[in-house]
């Protein structure tokens, strides 16, 4: 727990911190108003004292732009103290965050469900995405992008050279925890509170489709010789049409007939300026996170190859990335109507910012798709240097290419806080074999089928895992353990089952990039009598061997355990209970060799009030 009273160190510390600043940012509200009131006030007392002298020349002015000046340079301070505030708040609340991780409580709210895929091979059976999973452990990112990239790591497995790669970079970021908060808060305080509150769908929608709008060539109106004219004349020809009413040399009416003049222009462009800024603004406050977590990348200096290849993808786009933001935040202004009416149709505001962001999709447009893969990758790499981090037991895997060798020791499950964890060793190699694993209920089957297959998806996706040591070869990994009836497609628990079973046989049948299955089926054909039951495990196990597939299957089929022993492609473990006593069941979730004929369903049923023995 060490690491966890590391973090609510910091947490305390951070907090403090925060504690002074709001002080500060208080104090300074106060001055602000007082010195604006002495300001309006001696600037009145000195303009009703010296009305005989000229504007010019009374110090009433003098004491003005004084005033002014002073309240702007206190106004400066207020906003450096209010980033201050904001910025410990955010760090303060990051340690407490991962203080409860390890605690066993997660606190952030984004599930990842938007990535759930209905037919993926093991998402919903290993928790990888929901209120209680694998990618609300991990996630540390703040933007979709980042979110996305991580949810993608999660449910693919990468090459070989791409684990080494991410486990280097992840090894370097590991140590480097005030960088890593430093950037996560510093994204974090970019979004608006609108961004915050967005859906993922929302956000998954903006970002496609400012990426669409990048991806299309330049508007050619924009170059096209009277809108290069009309941006500059027109409005200075207001200025001075303006100027001249005021003065009294031209009727109102001239003024009036450029400015209607103004608003034809304006017309002419509103249709595509409307689409370019719906495309754009709602990721403003995005490309404001990503080019904070870019100028992050971009100050570090690294020696794990990613890292610095990343570095150099992203040269020069911080800036490009922000002026994008502000020119989308100038061209969204043109929705408020008072703004419209009395600044935009004047010095025809959407043409100018039309232009600027039709010229930097022209620079930029084929380097914005991969700048915000760089967040993306990131922000991946700090959540899962967060884990490594936090965790600071669990170790990088050995990866394997050649054969099916996967063993374990200490081996347990992520999700389960490490006083209440149980680890188990674990060695499993050769293709086309099938581990048996049998016991009772409740002794740890699901669990531990879970542990493995949640601690491979880790592996492959270049993370550290929950164990002393581990080797895993690259696999594809494929479970079946939740298989539920659907009245909407008139599937029963046991037919939706079996069609889980085709997916794997098809999947094994064609391959995946070429890797092998590993397959962890539990509880298989548990919604069938006992002979077909038997029969149909019986022919799948012989099916699977000839494959290279290998994997594990829990099951309560006593017979099929001790039939598999003269099998040479299965072994048999198993979990047990034990009755204490006084009566209660006693589990040690540990696996050992061999069939389990020892259940524990008739004491259950009976400690639930059932008399097993009563006669009818």
Same mark, same amino acid.
């Given at each position: 727990m060490a690491n966890t009273e590391q973090f609510r160190q910091r947490q305390a510390r951070f907090g403090a911190s925060e504690q002074g600043h709001?002080?500060?940012?208080?104090?300074?509200?106060?001055?602000?108003?007082?010195?604006?009131?002495?300001?309006?006030?001696?600037?009145?007392?000195?303009?009703?004292?010296?009305?005989?002298?000229?504007?010019?020349?009374?110090?009433?002015?003098?004491?003005?732009?004084?005033?002014?000046?002073?309240? %702007?340079?206190?106004?400066?301070? *207020?906003?450096? =103290?209010?980033?201050?505030?904001n910025r410990t708040r955010f760090l303060k609340d990051l340690n407490a965050d991962e203080a409860f991780r390890l605690e066993g409580t997660l606190t952030r709210p984004e599930l990842g469900l938007e990535f759930e895929e209905p037919f993926h091979p093991y998402t919903a059976d290993l928790d990888v995405f929901g209120s209680r999973s694998l990618f609300r452990l991990l996630n540390r990112t703040r933007t979709y992008t980042g979110a996305q990239t991580l949810a993608t790591w999660l449910k693919t497995p990468a090459s070989f050279s791409e684990i080494k790669a991410r486990q280097q970079a992840i090894a370097e970021l590991t140590p480097k925890l005030d960088w890593r908060q430093d950037t996560e808060a510093t994204a974090a305080m970019q979004r608006s509170a609108d961004a915050q509150s967005a859906d993922a769908q929302s956000a998954n929608q903006s970002t496609e489709a400012l990426l669409d709008w990048a991806s299309q060539p330049e508007n050619p109106v924009v170059n096209?010789?009277?809108?290069?004219?009309?941006?500059?004349?027109?409005?200075l020809l207001v200025f001075a049409l303006v100027t001249a009413w005021f003065l009294e040399v031209v009727p109102f009416a001239t003024l009036f007939v450029v400015l209607v003049f103004n608003g034809l222009v304006l017309g002419r462009l509103h249709s595509v300026v409307k689409q370019a800024v719906d495309q754009t603004y709602r990721v403003a406050s995005a490309m404001r996170s990503a080019a904070a977590v870019l100028e992050r990348l971009e100050s570090e200096s690294f020696g794990a190859e990613k890292l610095r290849h990343l570095q150099k993808q992203m040269a020069d786009s911080p800036a490009a990335i922000r002026r994008l933001g502000r020119? =989308?935040?100038?061209?969204?202004?043109?929705?408020?109507?008072?703004? $419209?009416?009395?600044?935009?149709?004047?010095?025809?505001?959407? =043409?100018?910012?039309?232009?600027?962001?039709?010229?930097?999709?022209?620079? *930029?447009?084929?380097?914005?798709?991969?700048?915000?893969?760089?967040?993306?990758?990131?922000?991946?790499?700090?959540?899962?240097?967060?884990?490594?981090?936090?965790?600071?037991?669990?170790?990088?895997?050995?990866?394997?290419?050649?054969?099916?060798?996967?063993?374990? $020791?200490?081996?347990?499950?992520? %999700?389960?806080?490490?006083?209440?964890?149980?680890?188990?060793?674990?060695?499993?190699?050769?293709?086309?074999?099938?581990?048996?694993?049998?016991? $009772?209920?409740?002794?740890?089957?699901?669990?531990? %089928?879970?542990?493995?297959?949640?601690?491979?998806?880790?592996? %492959?996706?270049?993370?550290?895992?929950?164990?002393?040591?581990m080797t895993c070869p690259l696999v594809q990994v494929f479970t079946s353990m939740r298989t539920q009836d659907s009245l909407e497609e008139s599937t029963s628990s046991f037919y939706a089952e079996l069609k889980r079973l085709r997916q794997l046989l098809e999947l094994v049948r064609q391959g995946q990039n070429g890797l092998p299955v590993l397959y962890l089926l539990d509880e298989i054909l548990k919604g069938t009598n006992s002979r077909d039951r038997n029969g149909g495990a019986r022919a799948l196990i012989h099916q699977l061997h000839e494959t290279n597939a290998?994997?594990?299957?829990?099951?309560?089929?006593?017979?099929?355990?001790?039939?598999?022993?003269?099998?040479?492609?299965?072994?048999?473990?198993?979990?047990?209970?034990?009755?204490?006593?006084?009566?209660?069941?006693?589990?040690?979730?540990?696996?050992?060799?061999?069939?389990?004929?020892?259940?524990?369903?008739?004491?259950?049923?009976?400690?639930?009030?059932?008399?097993?023995?009563?006669?009818?």
């Open positions: 709001q002080r500060r940012f208080n104090q300074l509200a106060v001055g602000r108003a007082l010195l604006f009131l002495t300001g309006a006030f001696v600037t009145y007392f000195l303009a009703k004292t010296y009305t005989e002298l000229p504007v010019i020349a009374s110090p009433a002015l003098l004491s003005f732009v004084a005033f002014v000046a002073a309240y %702007l340079w206190v106004l400066t301070i *207020h906003q450096r =103290v209010r980033y201050q505030r096209q010789l009277w809108y290069r004219a009309a941006r500059w004349v027109l409005p020119i =989308v935040g100038a061209l969204s202004y043109r929705q408020n109507p008072y703004f $419209s009416l009395f600044i935009g149709l004047p010095t025809l505001w959407d =043409v100018h910012y039309f232009a600027q962001l039709e010229h930097w999709k022209q620079h *930029h447009r084929h380097d914005l798709a991969n700048w915000l893969a760089v967040v993306g990758e990131l922000e991946a790499l700090n959540s899962l240097a967060g884990l490594a981090f936090a965790e600071s037991e669990f170790v990088f895997p050995e990866i394997k290419t050649d054969g099916f060798d996967l063993k374990a $020791s200490a081996l347990g499950h992520v %999700l389960i806080p490490t006083e209440k964890r149980i680890a188990n060793e674990f060695n499993f190699a050769g293709n086309g074999r099938t581990m048996l694993v049998t016991g $009772s209920n409740m002794s740890g089957k699901s669990t531990f %089928l879970r542990t493995l297959g949640t601690n491979t998806v880790l592996a %492959l996706a270049g993370s550290v895992v929950c164990a002393r040591t290998s994997g594990l299957i829990s099951t309560h089929d006593v017979e099929l355990g001790d039939e598999a022993v003269a099998w040479d492609f299965v072994e048999n473990y198993h979990f047990r209970s034990d009755l204490a006593p006084d009566g209660t069941l006693l589990f040690d979730y540990t696996l050992r060799p061999g069939v389990c004929h020892s259940f524990n369903a008739s004491e259950l049923m009976r400690q639930m009030g059932i008399r097993i023995n009563a006669e009818f």
